[in-house]
Each structure stands twice: as C-alpha cells, then as structure tokens.
C-alpha cells in the first residue's frame, strides 16, 4: 500500500524558512514524478512544485510562479523521499501542504494527475 507522510510544516514569521519533506513508502519512486501543492481556506487546492525523473542525472523541475526564486524541490531516490525548502516565506503562503505523487513519467502541474497523496502539513507565516 502507497503511504506518503509529510513533515516540517509550522508557524514561522514573514521572511522566514521551513523544509518540508515527505516519505514515501510501498513502492520506489524513482521514476515517479513527485509534486507539493497546497490549499489555503476557501481557496482551491494549487500546484507549487514538481520534480520528475529525466533519464538523465539531473532532474526535470517545474515551480509555480508565485514561489519561484524562493522555494526548491529536490528528492533523494535512495530514501525515497521528496523536499520541499522554502525561504522568504509571505502570508500569503500560509496553507496546508501536500505531497503528491504520480507514477508515470513526466512533469504535471494539475492535481487529478495525481494518484497518491499525503494527510498534509499545515504551513503559516504570520505577518
């Protein structure tokens, strides 16, 4: 059974920086592509970031505009867990962050491409 469990979410000032991780467990996902959305109340659940494998040594990695520059996704195969650091961190990030992962190849921003996804991690920046 696929289990994904993220970890590192808090509250942390305007300006500040948390690393998220998830573990995921069940099967490898070395070849999987692994994503970090989050949905802030009332709001519709929205892409963050995506890293999928490449064939190659470096990864393939998609962000979306709104955390570019600031946050990065990375992921250890070998532990199969994926991280997501995020530095300069707004109000406006405040929400509950999930892990996702899609088992097929190739990046994807939109969440029903998704087959798996963790409980979340709540993440507020306080002003």
């Known amino acids: 059974q696929v289990q994904l469990v993220e970890f590192g979410g808090g ?4 300006g500040g920086s948390l690393r998220l991780a998830c573990a995921a467990s069940g099967r490898a996902f070395t070849r999987a592509t692994m994503g970090w959305f989050r949905q802030a109340p009332g709001k519709e659940r929205e892409f ?4 999928a494998w490449s064939g190659g040594t470096t990864a393939l ?8 520059g600031r946050f990065a996704i ?10 997501l650091q995020t530095n ?12 996702a992962a899609k088992p097929s190849p190739g990046i994807s921003t ?18």
Do not use: R
Request: glycine share 4%; proline share 4%.
């Open 110 to 127: 939109t969440p029903i491409q998704y087959d798996y996804w963790g409980q979340g991690t709540q993440v507020t920046v306080a002003s």
């Open 74 to 83: 990375s992921k250890d195969n070998a532990k199969n867990m994926v991280f």
């Open 61 to 68: 990695t998609d962000y979306a505009e709104s955390v570019k």
């Open 48 to 51: 963050v970031a995506a890293i």
């Open 88 to 99: 300069s961190l707004k109000p406006e990030d405040s929400a509950v962050y999930y892990c």
């Open 11 to 14: 509250l942390v000032q305007s």
